[in-house]
């Protein structure tokens, strides 16, 4: 993907495409990948021994899910092409909004982490290919999804419309402080961004000075990087 990642436009088949990929050397989950779920697949807590203890959010049923996506990635890519509000956030709301659909049976938040990732290198964020967004997200898992509930469902942005929703996460306030609905998952996504840039500003200086004949381009002048 990084290597042609200019050549994968977002579209439900491409999506679809990653999700088969992603699950190739799954044999459990040779019957639904590359396939819209057919289940229900609710996203539960569990205890340290593996019992459940509870919905964290409801996804969307299969009956809504094609109409659904079909709406997120039209929204998105319309978005992108506009141009008047920025990829960050763009992105941040595609994310909520794909893990809140839960479109395939098994898999999603992996291939979320892999749109994402390629949300960002067709948004000029180039760096993304030299860290790793997964490690981000391990080390910090308890508030990456700690954000993603504080930015999904409330009464104030429906779920029945999903380009009203999205419309609604970019601009329409929370409550009394103002506070946007997309803001839990923005403030990741910049943080997270900030913690693989300066990851590869540190590698990078350590390599220039282990090996100065061999001296790593910098940061500085990297497309979206400072």
């Known amino acids: 993907m990084f290597a042609h990642f200019d050549a994968i436009d977002l579209t439900e088949n491409h999506i679809s495409q990653l999700h088969h990929d992603l699950l190739v050397h799954s044999n459990k989950d040779e019957r639904h990948r590359g396939n819209y779920k ?9 205890d340290a021994d593996g019992n459940e203890t509870g919905i964290v959010f409801e996804t969307a049923t299969p009956f809504d899910t094609p109409r659904l996506m079909s709406e997120l990635v039209q929204w998105t890519r319309s978005k992108l092409d506009e141009g008047q509000l920025h990829p960050l956030l763009i992105i ?17 938040g992996r291939l979320s982490r892999i749109l994402t990732t390629l949300l960002l290198l067709c948004s000029g964020y180039a760096y993304v290919s030299y860290s790793s967004l997964e490690s981000v997200i391990e080390k910090t898992k308890e508030n990456y999804y700690a954000c993603l509930r504080g930015s999904q469902y409330t009464p104030v942005c429906p779920r029945n419309n999903l380009l009203q929703r999205g419309n ?10 103002g506070a946007s609905l997309y803001q839990p998952a923005m403030g990741f996504m910049i943080q997270g961004l900030a913690v693989m840039s300066q990851g590869i500003k540190h590698h990078t200086a350590l390599f220039n000075m282990a090996c100065p004949q061999y001296r790593l381009f910098t940061s500085r002048g990297c497309t979206r990087c400072d």
């Open 92 to 108: 941040a709301v595609f994310v909520v909004i794909f893990l809140e659909i839960h479109p395939y049976q098994d898999g999603n």
């Open 168 to 177: 609604c996460l970019v601009g329409k306030p929370a409550g009394p402080g």
């Open 38 to 46: 057919t289940n229900t697949n609710h996203v539960v807590a569990f």
